[in-house]
């Protein structure tokens, strides 16, 4: 159980075209998904909470314009990246909030790679 | 051994020995923590948990314990097997505050056949 899937799994697009990857919760509801982006070799480091229902809570210095949030099922949120550029070339990775095991634990998806060009 | 590389802690051991990966955690409010394995190119993958009411918890061949006085929480493999080998995040948050994990650098762990 608490699986959590991403599409696509990689993504190569042109400068200035926008790309959406979607997170789903496949056995269990989520009121709550969070993304995330990591660059090669550091942690992950959270973008924004993804709440069904409601508007998108994000980190200080991530731009809510430039990567859109969209959580409009239990089991489904949306991140768009807005005219991407080759900085926001990274491995962009959903999770999604679980109750078990000991608290509440987030399970992850596979990750979704983007290369900007 | 145990190395500290220019991002990511590293440490090496041999395959079926035991491996204790080490995390020293910020908040002292925090009452739930994760360990989490990432393979190369994967979306990190869930361990085990403890909840600050415990000081220790096991799975399957894994161990997890928490020690809050000096805020430590390490990760123990009995038998380490090549299939390990990954970078192992921990990860802290504090129940009824706010839903986020704050994860630490990790570190990277590799088994030698």
């Known amino acids: 159980g608490a699986v959590v899937s991403q599409h696509p799994s990689w993504v190569i697009c042109k400068s200035g075209t926008s790309v959406k990857i979607e997170c789903r919760s496949l056995d269990f509801q989520a009121t709550t998904m969070f993304w995330y982006r990591q660059f090669p070799k550091q942690s992950l480091m959270l973008m924004a909470t993804?709440?069904?229902?409601?508007?998108?809570?994000?980190e200080q210095g991530v731009e809510k314009d430039k990567f859109l949030i969209n959580h409009a099922s239990l089991t489904l949120s949306t991140l768009t990246v807005t005219s991407a550029h080759p900085e926001d070339s990274s491995f962009y990775i959903c999770?999604?909030?679980?109750?078990?095991?000991?608290?509440?634990?987030?399970?992850f998806g596979p990750g979704t790679r983007l290369l900007v060009l | 051994g145990e190395s500290v590389g220019l991002h990511l802690p590293t440490l090496s051991v041999q395959e079926g020995d035991n491996s204790i990966i080490n995390c020293a955690y910020s908040?002292?409010?925090?009452?739930?923590f994760i360990w989490y394995k990432q393979e190369s190119g994967k979306g990190p993958q869930f361990i085990i948990d403890?909840?600050?009411?415990?000081d220790k918890r096991q799975g399957q061949r894994v161990t997890v314990l928490l020690n809050k006085t000096v805020k430590h929480l390490s990760l123990q493999i009995a038998a380490t097997q090549p299939g390990d080998s990954a970078v192992y995040f921990c990860?802290?948050?504090?129940?009824?505050?706010?839903?986020?994990?704050?994860f630490g650098k990790g570190t990277k762990l590799t088994v030698n056949p």
């Open positions: 993804s709440n069904e229902g409601s508007k998108a809570t994000y």
């Open positions: 908040n002292s409010a925090s009452d739930y």
């Open positions: 403890i909840r600050s009411n415990m």
């Open positions: 990860a802290e948050n504090t129940q009824g505050g706010s839903e986020k994990l704050v």
């Open positions: 999770s999604a909030r679980h109750s078990g095991g000991a608290g509440e634990t987030q399970y």
